[in-house]
Nanobody
Framework: QVQLVESGGGLVQAGGSLRLSCAAS????????MGWFRQAPGKEREFVAA????????AYADSVKGRFTISRDNAKNTVYLQMNDLKPEDTAVYYC?????????????????WGQGTQVTVSS
């Protein structure tokens, strides 16, 4: 079993920054691809970013490229999402997720475990 706990969400003004963290436990974190998805009210959950475990390959949604950066610290079993130049449309619950293997997958069905989510609210 895998446990994922997100933190770092909050309220920020447009143009501001936040860094989300996701602490993983229960499995060999360093062998897992990690990802972030988000879900805004009334919308489906969507891919944000992912990072693979062998080569550290990353993938980003077009809407966040150049503004968000995903990274990981295997020694701390933690993955981060640095979010800069935040926009009101980034408002959502952000979920951390993980899958086995070295593919920075972008679809929900490719991930097996999910955290409870952390709220990010960007005011205009």
């Amino acid at each position: 079993q895998v446990q994922l706990v997100e933190s770092g969400g909050g309220l920020v003004q447009a143009g501001g920054s936040l860094r989300l963290s996701c602490a993983a436990s229960g499995r060999t974190f360093s062998r897992s691809t990690m990802g972030w998805f988000r879900q805004a009210p009334g919308k489906e959950r969507e891919f944000v970013a992912a990072i693979s475990w062998i080569r550290g390959r990353t993938a980003y949604a077009d809407s966040v490229k150049g503004r968000f950066t995903i990274s990981r610290d295997n020694a701390k079993n933690t993955v981060y999402l640095q979010m800069n130049d935040l926009k009101p449309e980034d408002t959502a619950v952000y979920y951390c997720t993980t899958r086995s293997g070295d593919k920075a997958a972008t679809t929900q069905t490719e991930y097996a475990y999910w955290g409870q989510g952390t709220q990010v609210t960007v005011s205009s």
